[in-house]
Structure formats: C-alpha cells, structure tokens
C-alpha cells in the first residue's frame, strides 16, 4: 500500500491503496465516483475512459502509481451541471441506449474536440473507434459530435 | 455441472404472463393493496433501503426539481401515479430498463391519459411488486405491447378520480368537470384546481372500471418524440446501474469457473490467495442440490462454484489469479426440470467439445432423418417431380451476449430477509427460486431493479442473482458478486449454434411448387415451422433436429428469429434470382399467394402488414432508382414477436473491404409510443445486425472458449457501422407490437444479400467475414 495524492477534477483526493491498483478501480471503489465503467480490463472498450492532462486515456489497465502529478479529469469533473457542449449535444440526439457505455464515449469526444476542434468525419471515426458501444448508438454518437465541433 | 436451457419457450412463457397479468389487473382494479404491497409502499415512502443508490429512485425532467427536494407526501391514485399537494406528478416505471427506453415510454402513457404536462413529471423506477405492478418483465419485445392497455387504463381511472373528487368537493355533476395539464376545471361556476389539491380525497375514491380512453388521434404526448428521461444522469456518470450500487460493509465477490465446458471443480489450494491484501474469504458453494428441480430460468452452467471474497474489485480480480485449482471431467448428468412444459429430465453430456467437430457433427446429423414440424401438399412428389432443384446450407456460430456491464448482483441476506439489488430482466421470474434456495418466504425477499447495461435476453436468466445471494448467506455479509469480462464471455447461456439446409422445387415454367426446411442447432434448432414462406406454397416441409450439448444457451435478441431470417431471407433472394425475378417482387408474390389463398393453417404472419413493410422500404429506399444502382443493394424482411420488419441495405467497398454505407429501415409495430427513441432503437438493431452477422461467433476448443474478451472477440465499432440508416414506421392505430426484437434478424440477411452483390459470390456461413478474400 502507497500513499497518493491525486489531482482530480480540480481537486486534491488522497488514497493509500496497492501502487498496482488501476485508476478505474481507485475512481470507482476507493473516491466513489463510478461514472468511471468496467467494460473489459484489457483497454478494448473505452467505458473506462479519462483524461490525464486533457487527453483520452484508458483508466482500467493504468496503475495509479504512474500518474504522478499528471491531472485527472473524469465524467463527474467534465463540467458542473452537466452542460459540457459534448454532453448537451449527447442529450440533444438523445444518444443512449442502455447508456452503460455513454461515459467513455463523451470522455474521449471531448478530448477529441479539445485536441481538435473541427474533426472531419474519418478524423471522428478514428478516434472513436476504441470505444464499444453494444447497443449501437454510433450514428447518434457521430452526430453529436459534430454538433459539439458547432458549438466549441 | 451443465444444463440446457430451452430458449425457444421463451415466448410462450412470455404469452401465459401476459395473459395471467390482463386477470390480474382487473382483479387489481377491485381490491386494495395487498399486505406486501403496503409493507414496500411503506418501504419506499422511509426510503430508507435507497439511501445509498440514489439511481434507483428518482428523475426530475424540468431541471427545476432535485431529488434532495422532492416531498414525501404522496397521495397514491392506482398503483402508477403520486400526486403531492403541490401537485407534483410522479409516474412509476412498472417495467426493468436495459436501453429499450421504458423509463421514459411507459410513463407517456399514463401521462397521455391521466392528461399532465409531460415535461413536469416525475419519474420513478418502480418497486418489484407482481402484484401491483403487473409482470415486471423486459423481452420477447412485450414491455410496451403487455402494458399498453393496463396503464392507459391506470391513467384514464386516476383523471376519473381526481374529477370525481373535484366534483364532490364543488357539489357539481362529475360530467361537467374537465382537466387540462393537470389542472381540473368547472367551466360553468368558474371553479377551478390542481390535481395535487384534489390527490388526497381522489385516493380514497374506488377505481372505476371501464373508463373510456382517449382517441389515438388526439394524442399529445404519445406519437411525438420525448428526451430519454434518464438522459441527464447517464452523461453526468451518475450511480445508475448495479455495478455502482455500493453501501457500507459491502464485500466483493469473485467466482472462478471452469476455463471450459465438460469441466468442473476437483479440488483447490488457497493459501497464496488467502496471503493477498483485502482477501476475506475462499471457500467452495454448492449451487444447486442434487435432484433440484429447475425452474425456467434456474440457468447454471457451473454448480460447484468456488468463491473468493475481498473488500475491493481489484483486491480480488488479483488474488484469484494465485489460486491453485484442479479441474476434472463432468461425467454425464440428468437435471431435473419443473419449468417449461412440466417435469422433465435433461441429458447433459459429458466431453469436451470443439468447433470443428461440432460442425461435422451438424453436417452428419442434417444427413440424418428428423423431426416433422409442418407439412403441407405432398413435398416428396413435388421434389421428385420438379425440373430444377436448389438446395442451400446455412451455419451460424455461438453468440456471447457481450452487454457492455458484465453480469452482477448486490445481495444481502440475513435469517430473515434478503435484499437483491441489480440488473435483471424478470426479477418475478427469479424470486420464487430465490425463496427456495434461501428458504425465506417471497415476501422477505426485496429486489430492487437497476439500470441493465444491456440485457440481450442474457439477464432474463438467474444464474447470477442465484449466487450473488448464496455467497452472502454463507459470508454473512452485504457482497456484491462480480463478473469479470472474461468470467462474462466465457460462462455460456449463449445464442445456439445453428445450421438449416433450405430446399426449393420449380417446375418447368420456373414456378415454385415446394419448399423445405430442415434445421438443427447446438443444443436447439431454430425452425420457426409457421412462419413465412409456409402458406405461401402448396408443398411445405418442415423438420428439425437437435444435438445434445453441454455448451449452455438462453435466449439472444429475437430468439430463433435471428439465425432463421438471415438464412431463409438470403435463400429467397438466391431462388428469386434463379426465378429471374425481382426479390422484392417475388416475396409480394408470396404474400399475395398466402393472403388470397392461404396453404395450411396456423400461419403466424398477417401477409398484408408483412407486404406494408416491404413495399414501405421499396419506396423509402429508391430501390428502382438509377442513382442507387452504385450501390451493392440486400434488401430481406422478416415477421417476429408479433412486428414486421424490412431492410434495405446498401454495400460499397472501402479499403477494399465490403462497407455497409446506407441502410433503409421499414418496421409496422402499430402505434410507436416514442419517434425518435425508436429510430435510435431501431438504427441499433441494425447496428447490431450487422456486426453480428459480419463479426460475431464464439468458437471452442476442447471445451474452452477461444475468445475470451473484446481483443480476440469481435464487435462493430463505430467505424464499421453505416453513414445512415432511415428509419420509416407503418402508420396505424393497431395496438402497439414490440420493436426491440423485431428489427434485427433481416438485417442478417439484407447483409447477406448485399455481400453477393458486393463481393459476386454467396455467403452462407457466418460470421460472414472470415470468408473474406480481401477483394471481391
């Protein structure tokens, strides 16, 4: 066991738990903040997306010991109310299903609009492909995204 | 040790709840609660077992209201709708939510009727309560269809009441009272008032039978689209499904099974396991008691489970990767089944079985005399006597359900009661073994129904819930049992491996005068006898066969209907192309054949809302246009759990690969209760569709499963799904049919016969891309 002294969404948590410990299980079981999914623990699904210093990374096979002073930022962290311009445009296609997997899916489109604000359509393809969606929302998922670029 | 789950008797399972619930609410409408619907009302209103998952509970749709805010003091006026005295409006959702929009579709239609403002309600997760609540189950597409006519009922017998109420209260005639967005009007003396005014006094009034509904054409919130009203919480991550139900002192639970099937426990060494921080406990569970009879959904594929419990999720995925364990051989087993279609034995053979053999074995049995379903006329003769003969195989592989949470299951039992709290697609269905397992009356047993990640008909079996709450009995302790994407994947309850080889006879003049099925599967088949093409011609055959396996299998969306609409619908495109005819042409041939002048009897499909669809779709999709002849174009249509469905898809190559660019979408499900959550339901069958049908497949090898998670498990991904896919409904005003289901087998077979096009050659064995060739 090792302590940690986590930036997260602006904050400062600390957690004492095995170095070995993912990030996705330090999210969801040690600070309580599961908006963080398990889908795979192999990085093949993309629920357990997050940023780390604003890019989209898998949390699910990141040890927490190699975050260092890198920042986190998760779903519950994107925006206060609710009203990042990816989640307002999720809500405005009404994109979920079963809405397991949604989290994951907004995380890595705000790190894409972030990263690039006017993606082309083989430029969203590509940076969303990592993310499983097995209800099958991926036409909505494309459509919010560039209604998202709109607004950014 | 395995068992065999019939799949295929999902639906008439599904027809007798449907049927005992219609009893069961008109008794409902005459009798007050029951005592154990008073003790989980009383529960609910403590709130206090729903203090630690705020998910499950409650919604607010203005923005306006928090769940913090939200008043206790509920008037309750029939088992759906609590009115405050501030008139708010609370709707409960009777019906277990897995992403086919319940939460938000049930609840319009009691808003329709009871006349609210919709965007001021307030929606609930009901409790699970058969008795007030109706059967509480999602699959066989019948949420909407079973619960159409009892909450426009529940709606029209509330606004009767609150009327009823306001009148007695305004000493005027119960006629002259009308209401509008939840407000009650006497026009004459100008008096007017909330429903939340008149609520309390309206409760005590008896609920009156035989209210009349409104016209469909003057629906208001019904017919016109509405946002998901769980929206909100699922982009936020809000605590909503069971894998984030968490309360104090909840301990984890992991099991490890067998790595293949035919294997079971022999022994195990936990010492290192037992080393390894956060670990609690290692110990063995036996899951059924030998003779136990097995109801329905009673799955296992593993009765000896061996368990290992630790206070975190990680703690424990780690700590079972030090156990030492032996497996050994199954020997051959008969489970006793008490469900479906009464008291019987099930053989579970022993072996360690393996793709390859598995599909010799298909083709040595489909040689094989087999089981007559349907005929008609003489086939024999027909055959003997036809000009032209073809004949076509179809394979389809082991599907694993894949849903994106993998399964799990809060419980917390003690001498006296249990709470379960979870996903769970019939939680009715899985109390009662729940009560026998855990020797507690059912009344001592509360389940809470979570958000499902996904169901796929994969959580409408108890496995999971059945050990979640033995593990807790014998640690005594609140756990939550978990699944690993591995455990998930590789545990079985899968959609069968199937085969059918279709058969056509045509005459001289190329006229079709017989047609043959004969179908097998691991460890069922998939023969739908009834269905399209029979009454369509005058000779029909229909067979079937099975092979015993000890590979578990349950039911997977559209059950039977997804192996049967890909094969069948790609046969009828290849013979309608020997025929020299158009394929849509040719099927409304069919079908004007079998509504004229129908073969048989007991043929499932209504012939003109199956041609509505194809002709929809014709339409929709341009399919004559000069400008679509770029596209590689299948169209197929197929009729299950009671909608109709057709597809055109359009193929092109990218990458030099085959891409399904476009789709076009026609569905006749009567009344659709929400547009636009529809299409999206709709565009996910597709999806889903197509990525089963191109993809999907679990092999084995020697028992074990060679695909254990996403990296060697192929699923669509959003680059693979198409740039659109249209969506067009039948309009009418027929009760509402279901939609989850019934989009998705032709979609297997619209790719099929857009592939032909595609790529200049048939494909009959999915997943149809490992016979790719790279170029066409």
């Known amino acids: 066991m090792a302590i940690y002294n986590l930036k997260i969404n602006g904050q400062t948590k600390q957690v004492d738990v095995d170095p070995a410990t993912p990030v996705l299980w330090v999210l969801r079981e040690h600070l309580n ?75 890595t489109a705000a790190a894409l609009l972030k990263a690039n604000p006017n993606p082309t359509e083989e430029q969203i393809d590509a940076a969303m492909t990592g993310n499983l969606c097995r209800c099958g929302t991926y036409l909505r998922v494309r459509d919010a995204i560039k209604t998202a670029a709109k607004q950014h | 040790m395995p068992s065999k789950q019939q799949q295929s008797s999902i639906d008439s399972i599904v027809q007798k709840a449907f049927i005992q619930f219609k009893a069961l609410t008109m008794e409902n409408n005459q009798t ?19 203090i630690h998952f705020s998910g499950l509970a409650k919604f607010s749709l203005d923005g306006k209201l928090d ?75 019948n949420s909407v269809r079973m619960y159409w006519k009892p909450l426009r009922e529940a709606g029209a017998a509330a606004r009767n009441m609150l009327m009823q109420a306001a009148a007695q209260t305004w000493g005027v005639p119960v006629e002259e009272v009308t209401t509008k967005a939840g407000m009650l009007f006497h026009e004459k003396s100008g008096k007017s008032g909330t429903y939340g005014e008149f609520a309390s006094k309206a409760s005590g009034i008896a609920i009156p039978k035989g209210i009349k509904l409104k016209n469909i054409k003057d629906f208001n919130v019904v017919r016109s689209s509405q946002k998901n009203v769980e929206g909100l919480k699922i982009v936020t991550g809000k605590p909503l499904f069971g894998m984030d139900y968490t309360q104090e002192g909840m301990l984890i639970a992991m099991i490890e099974h067998p790595h293949a099937f035919g294997m079971k426990l022999k022994s195990f060494d936990a010492a290192e396991t037992l080393k390894m921080p956060g670990i609690k406990d290692v110990f063995t569970l036996k899951m059924f008691e030998d003779g136990y009879e097995q109801a329905g959904f009673d799955t296992r594929t593993f009765n000896d489970l061996l368990v290992v419990v630790g206070n975190t999720t990680w703690e424990v995925m780690n700590a079972r990767k030090k156990l030492k364990v032996t497996w050994e051989p199954i020997s051959e087993t008969k489970d006793t089944m008490a469900g479906r279609g009464g008291k019987r034995e099930v053989i ?20 094989k005399p087999a089981q007559q379903l349907r005929k008609d006329g003489d086939p024999e003769t027909a055959f003997k006597n036809a ?36 996903a769970h697609q019939a939680p009715g269905w899985i109390e009662p073994t729940v009560s026998k397992i855990l020797n507690l009356p059912a009344d001592k047993i509360e389940i809470q129904m979570a958000r499902m990640g996904g169901g796929f008909g ?18 005594k302790a609140p756990i939550k049992l978990v699944y690993s994407r591995e455990d998930d994947m590789t545990y079985g309850i899968y959609r069968p491996m199937y085969t059918a080889t279709y058969r056509a006879a045509l005459d001289a003049n190329k006229n079709l005068i017989a047609f043959h099925v004969k179908g097998g599967g691991i460890p069922e088949h998939a023969v739908h006898p009834n269905r399209f093409p029979a009454g369509a011609v005058d000779n029909y055959l229909a067979e079937s066969w099975e092979i015993p396996s000890n590979i578990t299998i349950g039911a997977f969306r559209a059950p039977r209907s997804n192996f049967n609409a890909a094969a069948e619908q790609s046969f009828l495109d290849e013979l309608a192309e020997l025929m020299g005819k158009d394929p849509i042409d040719f099927r409304l041939e069919l079908l004007k054949r079998a509504k004229e002048n129908p ?20 339409e929709k999709s341009g399919w004559n246009a000069a400008e679509n002849k770029k596209y590689s174009r299948g169209v197929a249509a197929y009729f299950c759990h009671n909608s109709y469905a057709a597809h055109v898809v359009d193929m092109v190559k990218k990458n030099d690969q ?90 297997f077979g619209a790719v099929a016969n857009a592939l032909y096009k595609n790529m200049g050659k048939r494909f009959y064995n999915q997943p149809f891309s490992k016979d790719f060739t790279g170029k066409g």
């Open chain 2, 599 to 618: 073969v048989g009897k007991n043929n499932e499909y209504d012939a003109d809302r199956y041609a509505g669809v194809l002709k929809l779709v014709k």
């Open chain 2, 658 to 747: 085959p891409y399904v660019e476009r789709v076009f979408s026609a569905l006749d499900c009567g009344v659709v209760i929400n547009p636009d959550a529809a299409i999206n339901m709709v565009q996910g069958a597709v999806v889903d569709g197509i990525g089963n049908a191109l993809y999907g497949g679990l092999t084995h090898k020697d028992g074990a499963a060679e695909q254990t998670n996403f990296n060697r498990y192929r699923m669509i991904r959003l680059r693979e799904s198409p740039k659109t896919i249209e969506v067009s409904f039948v309009q009418n005003n027929i009760d509402p049919t279901g939609l989850g289901e019934p989009p998705f087998p032709p979609v």
């Open chain 2, 67 to 141: 769940e913090a805010s939200l008043p206790e003091q509920w008037n309750e006026i029939t088992g759906y709708i609590k009115i405050t005295p501030g008139n708010i409006i609370k709707i409960l959702n009777p019906n277990p939510e897995f992403g086919q929009n319940v939460m938000t579709s049930l609840p319009m239609i009691v808003a329709e009727e009871l006349d609210v403002d919709w965007q001021k309600v307030v929606v609930e997760m009901g409790p699970h309560d058969n008795t007030k609540l109706g059967p509480q189950f999602t699959g066989g597409s």
């Open chain 2, 32 to 50: 007050t609660n029951s005592r154990r619907s008073f003790l989980k009302s009383s529960l609910l209103a403590g709130g206090g077992l729903m």
């Open chain 2, 458 to 475: 994969l959580r409408a079996y108890g496995h999971y819930v059945i050990e979640a709450a033995l593990i807790s009995k014998k640690v």
């Open chain 2, 348 to 367: 579970v053979p022993a072996g360690l079985e393996s793709t390859s053999t598995q599909l010799a074995k298909m083709a040595e049995y489909a040689k």
């Open chain 1, 33 to 107: 903040m599961p908006g963080t999914k398990y889908g795979c623990g192999v990085s093949m699904c993309g629920a357990c997306t997050i940023h780390l210093n604003g890019a989209a990374v898998r949390s699910c096979q990141l040890p927490i010991s190699a975050i260092g002073s890198r920042e986190i930022t998760t779903i519950e962290g994107l925006s206060e109310k609710g009203d990042h311009p990816v989640q307002k445009a999720w809500l405005e296609h009404d994109v979920a299903q079963c809405g397991y997997c949604q989290t994951g899916q907004i995380m």
């Open chain 2, 387 to 422: 000009a032209q003969i073809i004949e076509r195989t179809y394979n389809a592989p082991f599907l694993a359900h894949n849903c994106m949470e993998p399964m799990n299951f809060f419980a917390h039992v003690t001498d006296e009661k249990a709470l379960l709290i979870g």
